[in-house]
């Protein structure tokens, strides 16, 4: 079984820069979610969505970030301007329903210099 | 507001030693609990899950966790480690019916010597 794709695994910009994530979950799986990984800490949820429609995007800074899945599959995340502190690992993730088990990408890492 | 706290930041142990880490949630309601595991360089990858039932519930690698619903735990225990062990642990709590979002403790690095 194919697992979640992210791509870029590694970005590095300066601050003020923009910056765009994707990820492909795995087929069939109706929820995504978007998760930040600050070093040290455990995976905090940015947005959720069910096929293309947003559920929970109550911790997204809307001011900068930005978050979008067309068609209910593919999805991108997007900051604009970057700040340092934005600097960590961006996590993708599927599952088939709320709250079932979660599949994990392997990370986009940020690092805004 | 929901939290989840693991007791230990970084543990070290030799091969053949017993393990268990710590979880707390800060919850009273219904709640679906989790163990991720993370090995250098991979993805996230889930242990083991709790969602009812028998609170003793048995993971893959031959790790399991105990619910322990009055005192608000859910200890991640494993007899006998292995120096493949060595990884990043999180737990995390889904809130039932609030959504299939994933509260995370900020995880527990074990180091396991040869």
């Known amino acids: 079984e194919a697992g979640v794709a992210q791509s870029p695994r590694y970005k590095i910009i300066e601050k003020r820069q923009s910056v765009a994530f994707w990820c492909n979950p795995i087929?069939?799986?109706?929820?995504l979610y978007w998760y930040q990984q600050i070093l040290g800490q455990g995976p905090k949820l940015l947005i959720q969505f069910q096929n293309n429609g947003v559920v929970d995007d109550s911790q997204l800074p809307k001011d900068r970030f930005s978050a979008e899945r067309l068609k209910g599959v593919d999805s991108t995340l997007k900051i604009q301007p970057a700040k340092l502190e934005d600097s960590a690992v961006y996590l993708c993730?599927?599952?088939?329903?709320?709250?079932?088990?979660?599949?994990f990408g392997q990370g986009t890492r940020l690092t805004v210099v | 507001a929901q939290s989840v706290s693991q007791h230990n930041h970084h543990v070290i142990l030799s091969e053949a030693a017993s393990l268990e880490l710590g979880c707390n949630y800060s919850y009273g309601g219904t709640v679906n609990l989790f163990w991720y595991v993370q090995y250098p360089g991979q993805h996230l990858q889930l242990l083991l899950k709790?969602?009812?039932?028998?609170?003793l519930v048995k993971g893959i690698k031959g790790f399991e966790a105990e619910f322990i619903k009055s005192k608000f735990s859910f200890n991640l225990r494993k007899p006998s480690v292995q120096w493949s062990d060595t990884a990043e642990y999180f737990c995390a709590v889904n809130v039932w019916n609030q959504g299939g979002k994933l509260i995370f403790g900020q995880g527990t690095e074990l180091s396991v010597k040869p």
């Open positions: 087929s069939g799986h109706a929820t």
């Open positions: 993730a599927s599952s088939l329903e709320d709250g079932y088990k979660a599949f």
């Open positions: 709790y969602f009812s039932g028998d609170p």
